[in-house]
């Protein structure tokens, strides 16, 4: 069965990275696109970015040009790299998966994906 476990996620301050892992398991990650997502307290679930199987990319405005979303597929896992945190970007951050035959398809809304991981905790304090 298909799995997604998120890794890395903690407390940081204004202006630091982190990265989040997301290890995928029961299935090969080359056949899925991929995606991050977050929720913070009182709000939706909103798109973070995306990944194709071939590797192309999408970004939400609000974090475009400082995370960066990327696969191993050897190691069937995908990241999520994040710098220049803010505090708005406290929230608990989801992978999620979607199979498909399409190796560009990029999947930006929620109800496109099936499979989700249960989320890991980023806080950032100013």
């Known amino acids: 069965q298909m799995q997604l476990v998120e890794f890395g996620g903690g407390s940081a301050q204004a202006g630091v990275s982190l990265r989040l892992s997301c290890a995928v398991s029961g299935g090969t990650s080359s056949s899925y696109a991929m995606g991050w997502f977050r929720q913070a307290p009182g709000k939706e679930r909103d798109f973070v970015a995306a990944?194709?199987?071939?590797?192309?990319?999408r970004y939400a405005d609000s974090v475009k040009d400082r995370f960066t979303i990327s696969r191993d597929n050897a190691k069937n896992t995908v990241y999520l790299q994040m710098n220049s945190l803010k505090p708005e970007d406290t929230a608990v951050y989801y992978c999620?998966?979607?199979?498909?035959?399409?190796?560009?398809?990029?999947?930006?809304?929620?109800?496109?994906?099936?499979?989700w991981g249960q989320g890991t905790q980023v806080t950032v304090s100013s």
């Open positions: 999620a998966a979607r199979l498909t035959f399409s190796s560009v398809q990029v999947v930006i809304r929620p109800d496109e994906y099936l499979y």
């Open positions: 990944i194709s199987r071939n590797g192309g990319t």
